[in-house]
């Protein structure tokens, strides 16, 4: 298991996208998280402006991005953990985060949590539209788990301030173990780059859309003059002055609408993703995108670290690490996602209350 073929890289993007489901089916009043520790800056952080009120506009911060919901909370709450553990500057992270605008109820839960665990968190919570995206889904047989807020990543440059212009985007079933603040400095290159994220080149690209979309060459010609790669839209650092510039969120939303006429790839997110940006994104060491821990959904195997460094752990795939603690049947590799659990267990609460 040391190593992977390119079939693999393909198969756990699919199950990413195929099993990042909308289902809420962990009730909420029921999930109390314990409060996390506070992290304090090294002494040669830049100073955000803290003594301003509003410092969601800091240039010297690194702004985070995550979409935010009931079925992921304990994910994200890992996320966010391990994302504040590793920085030498975790005062100067800004999290910014997306939830469905459908449940209002949902955000104010949620602010609430997050208050709860993270009282020195520096955040901001964004309604997003999810019933109007939910229209620009194609249905499919697989309609029930393709999940508006999936497409959130898509409409950050429209949902953040303007003042925000580089983020750094997060799936919710990810740890990191590296300073965040490395990756958000990736540098993007030339003007017309917009986006980072490791490039798996060896994945079969041609698999991501049907054979009606490349039998048209009107449409096959939009790969023309560059050499697409597959990336992993779960680690993503975004210029969004550029994406603003170039309105990326309408040419996304294009193949969307193209996609409802006419069946030119079979999941959902990624490929209008893919159809913009692929061979035109900045590389990222993957390092920053160990993906697929998630595992093998046919056979339900766990999975091992691909070859090389690892600052980022990504559970992609069906499995996700805390479902699989709970059920007493982790793979080896969850135990690594265990210690940024928040999660106060209904046993840990009760030694608490007693103690
Ligand atoms: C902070 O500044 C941004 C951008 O100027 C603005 O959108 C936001 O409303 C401000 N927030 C507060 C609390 O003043
Ligand atoms: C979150 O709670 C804070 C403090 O109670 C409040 O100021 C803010 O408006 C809330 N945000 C949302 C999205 O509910
Ligand atoms: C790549 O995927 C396409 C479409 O699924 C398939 O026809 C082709 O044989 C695959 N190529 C390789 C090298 O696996």
Same mark, same amino acid.
């Given at each position: 298991?040391?190593?992977?073929?390119?079939?693999?890289?393909?198969? =756990?993007?699919?199950?990413?996208?195929?099993?990042?489901?909308?289902?809420?089916?962990?009730?909420?009043?029921?999930?109390?998280?314990?409060?996390?520790?506070?992290?304090?800056?090294?002494?040669?952080?830049?100073?955000?402006?803290?003594?301003?009120?509003?410092?969601?506009?800091?240039?010297?911060?690194?702004?985070?991005?995550?979409?935010?919901?009931?079925?992921?909370?304990?994910?994200?709450?890992?996320?966010?953990?391990?994302?504040?553990?590793?920085?030498?500057?975790?005062?100067?992270?800004?999290?910014?985060?997306?939830?469905?605008?459908?449940?209002? =109820?949902?955000?104010?839960?949620?602010?609430?949590?997050?208050?709860?665990?993270?009282?020195?968190?520096?955040?901001?919570?964004?309604?997003?539209?999810?019933?109007?995206?939910?229209?620009?889904?194609?249905?499919?047989?697989?309609?029930?788990?393709?999940?508006?807020?999936?497409?959130?990543?898509?409409?950050?440059?429209?949902?953040?301030?303007?003042?925000?212009?580089?983020?750094?985007?997060?799936?919710?079933?990810?740890?990191?173990?590296?300073?965040?603040?490395?990756?958000?400095?990736?540098?993007?290159?030339?003007?017309?780059?917009?986006?980072?994220?490791?490039?798996?080149?060896?994945?079969?690209?041609?698999?991501?859309?049907?054979?009606?979309f490349w039998s048209n060459p009107s449409l096959s010609a939009t790969f023309a003059g560059r050499r697409p790669c597959y990336f992993n839209t779960g680690v993503m650092v975004i210029d969004l002055a550029r994406w603003r510039a170039r309105d990326y969120t309408m040419r996304i939303q294009e193949w969307m609408e193209l996609q409802k006429r006419m069946r030119i790839y079979e999941l959902g997110s990624l490929p209008p993703f893919l159809l913009v940006f692929a061979g035109r994104i900045a590389p990222v060491d993957h390092r920053w995108n160990q993906h697929g821990l998630g595992g093998d959904n046919f056979r339900g195997l766990c999975?091992?670290?691909?070859?090389?460094?690892? =600052?980022?752990?990504?559970?992609?795939?069906?499995?996700?690490?805390?479902?699989?603690?709970?059920?007493?049947?982790?793979?080896?590799?969850?135990?690594?996602?265990?210690?940024?659990?928040?999660?106060?267990?209904?046993?840990?609460?009760?030694?608490?209350?007693?103690?």
């Open positions: 298991m040391a190593s992977f073929t390119p079939s693999f890289t393909f198969f =756990s993007s699919i199950f990413l996208l195929l099993f990042s489901t909308c289902t809420s089916t962990s009730p909420l009043a029921s999930q109390l998280f314990k409060e996390a520790p506070k992290f304090y800056n090294s002494h040669t952080c830049a100073t955000i402006n803290s003594h301003h009120a509003n410092d969601t506009c800091s240039a010297e911060a690194v702004h985070v991005a995550m979409t935010l919901d009931v079925a992921y909370l304990r994910g994200s709450m890992a996320a966010i953990l391990s994302v504040l553990q590793h920085s030498s500057c975790p005062e100067n992270i800004i999290f910014h985060f997306v939830s469905a605008a459908s449940k209002p =109820s949902s955000a104010t839960i949620l602010n609430k949590t997050l208050i709860t665990s993270f009282p020195y968190l520096k955040f901001k919570i964004y309604p997003f539209d999810d019933g109007a995206v939910a229209g620009l889904i194609s249905t499919s047989i697989r309609s029930a788990l393709d999940c508006p807020l999936n497409y959130a990543r898509s409409y950050l440059a429209n949902l953040l301030p303007s003042c925000v212009t580089k983020i750094v985007y997060l799936d919710s079933d990810l740890v990191l173990v590296d300073d965040i603040a490395k990756l958000a400095a990736t540098p993007l290159g030339s003007d017309d780059i917009v986006l980072a994220a490791p490039e798996y080149c060896t994945a079969n690209f041609s698999a991501y859309f049907t054979p009606s999975r091992d670290l691909h070859p090389g460094p690892v =600052s980022l752990l990504h559970w992609s795939g069906k499995g996700k690490p805390w479902a699989r603690l709970d059920a007493n049947r982790p793979c080896p590799l969850d135990a690594l996602w265990a210690p940024y659990d928040l999660l106060q267990t209904p046993f840990a609460l009760g030694a608490y209350l007693t103690s």
